[in-house]
């Protein structure tokens, strides 16, 4: 596949009129083999007790090149600079996943007790090297590599407890331990253009490591009053972490304890509609990549570090719904207020000659509100549709982080999907997926819209065809505006080319009777 990113930054005098724009131009080619394998199984061991397993491996890498242009004039035309650069390399990567479950029926009819053990692991390894040249000022051509090591390690073990209580009752109780571990390198050399001699560059070299555990002890109890359904349910999570930037010897480390209550009530409508209430708290750790303060700078000037700071983010959400179900027709909407705290943003700043540095940052304050709506159903005995959104408000204050006033958007996300079967052996299948304009303390990230079309054809009882072509109309483009007293960029990176897939798919064994015939367009 190709990637397109292209950037312009304007710095501004104190005055607010430009002083310099830098303009800089990638343009990347990815070549992929992407072999995969995936297997399953399960097994009764008597009429009480069953065990499960599943695992899979995957593998992915290739050539990887690109080519990048920066020049930068002042504000009377002049050229302050102008650079090329030349890339070339490889970026592998292999993915574990492993999963083993047991499954005990007890002494009641419903008391269920469930163990489950997982691991994941993924390695990634990138090697690149680079050619340079400086047209102005007019330098010698340079050389230099860098290698990029990540390894990360997800553990997991759940125990679940089900049991009925009376007649309409169900208490479930549960223990989870998750042990995260990630580790991070790279290595940059300065390269030699005669002798080939390597030494290392500094500034391009360093290691980072995080481990986190996380216990977490929860229930929930479901009963019936009247016509009304409770469920209301608890969580207690004890959470610790160490960040460690092994270069330049400084670390964090943080434990704490956070309780996440939820309850939902419904209540049904006649035979059809069911109108239900609820409310929860929930939190969203950060990715261990976004807490490492070394600052990426692959791909210059835009560029990229972690906060060792960066907090977990809290939101809080209440919301009421109303349900219709008749034959195969669903609909549903469902009004919601949440507030969210410390949630996860971006902040750039400006460093000089037109380079900007974008890391991680928490928004202290954060609501919106919405409308949530799913509907399913058919239009024509061959045509049947699906659809799913959330109409939004949001409002974001980002004056903690030094960004003075209240900002807002509203917008629309949606799925909406359509099934042509003109005969019991055809499908055609329609998907659009929009994701609207996103606020960011500084500015906005524009909305994307991407179109899929498959084609399904049963051969036989076994066997079917399928092709696919992903991204129609070359939707893929990310679109980010910022501004602020000192600058203002624009930037895009957009991925070029519609993907299309075509395949044989042969069916055996077991099938799921359950699963619906259709075409994954999320593969």
Do not use: C
Not at 132 to 137: C, G, K, L, R, V
Not at 223 to 252: C, F, H, I, K, M
Not at 374 to 391: D, E, M, T, V, Y
Not at 445 to 460: C, E, M, P, R
């Amino acid at each position: 596949k190709e990637r397109r990113v292209a950037s312009t930054v304007v710095a501004l005098d104190s005055a607010g009129a430009p002083a310099l724009t830098s303009n800089n131009f990638i343009s990347e080619r990815i070549r992929r083999e992407v072999p995969w394998v995936r297997t399953s199984a399960e097994y009764a061991l008597s009429e009480t007790q069953s065990i499960s397993g599943s695992a899979s491996w995957a593998n992915r890498g290739g050539l990887r090149t690109y080519t990048q242009l920066d020049d930068s004039t002042t504000a009377d035309g002049g050229v302050a600079s102008s650079t090329r650069r030349f890339s070339s390399g490889h970026d592998p990567e292999i993915d574990f996943d492993e999963r083993v479950g047991l499954a005990q029926k007890l002494g009641i009819p419903g008391e269920t007790l469930d163990l489950s053990l997982h691991r994941s692991t993924s390695h990634q390894d990138e090697l690149y090297d680079y050619m340079n040249d400086s047209f102005a000022p007019p330098l010698p051509r340079s050389a230099n590599n860098a290698e990029f090591l990540e390894n990360s390690q997800i553990t997991d073990f759940d125990m679940d407890y089900a049991r009925p209580i009376a007649q309409s009752g169900t208490l479930k109780l549960g223990y989870a331990f998750e042990l995260d571990g990630y580790g991070y390198s790279n290595i940059g050399n300065n390269v030699d253009p005669l002798s080939g001699a390597q030494t290392i560059d500094p500034s391009v070299t360093n290691q980072f490591s995080f481990q986190q555990r996380i216990h977490a002890v929860y229930g929930s109890y479901q009963t019936n009053l009247g016509d009304w359904t409770w469920l209301g349910g608890l969580r207690g999570e004890l959470t610790d972490y160490e960040a460690r930037q092994l270069t330049t010897e400084v670390s964090s480390s943080k434990s704490y304890f956070q309780i996440y209550p939820d309850l939902h009530v419904s209540r049904p409508l006649g035979d059809r509609s069911t109108v239900s209430f609820g409310a929860s708290r929930r939190v969203v750790r950060p990715e261990p990549s976004s807490l490492n303060p070394y600052v990426d700078h692959e791909y210059t000037p835009n560029l990229n570090g972690g906060n060792f700071d960066l907090k977990p983010q809290y939101s809080q959400s209440y919301e009421t719904g109303y349900a219709y179900q008749h034959a195969a027709e669903i609909y549903g909407v469902t009004g919601y207020y949440r507030l969210n705290r410390d949630s996860f943003t971006e902040v750039t700043q400006y460093l000089a000659n037109g380079v900007t540095l974008t890391t991680p940052a928490n928004l202290p304050q954060d609501k919106s509100a919405g409308m949530e709506f799913n509907a399913n159903g058919r239009l024509l005995p061959q045509l049947s549709f699906s659809i799913s959104g959330n109409l939004f408000y949001r409002q974001i204050d980002a004056s903690a982080l030094g960004i003075s006033g209240l900002q807002s958007t509203a917008g629309l996300n949606a799925k909406a999907r359509v099934d042509f079967r003109p005969s019991e052996a055809n499908i055609v299948q329609f998907t659009l997926t929009r994701t609207d304009k996103r606020l960011t303390p500084q500015g906005y990230i524009g909305a994307i819209n991407i179109v899929n079309v498959g084609y399904k054809y049963q051969l036989t009882k076994a066997l079917k065809a399928t092709a696919t072509v992903y991204d129609l109309f070359n939707g893929q483009r990310i679109h980010r505006f910022f501004s602020s007293p000192t600058f203002s960029e624009e930037y895009e990176r957009q991925v070029l080319g519609r993907v299309f897939y075509a395949g044989l798919v042969y069916s055996f064994g077991l099938a799921n009777k359950e699963k619906q015939p259709g075409l994954d367009d999320d593969q």
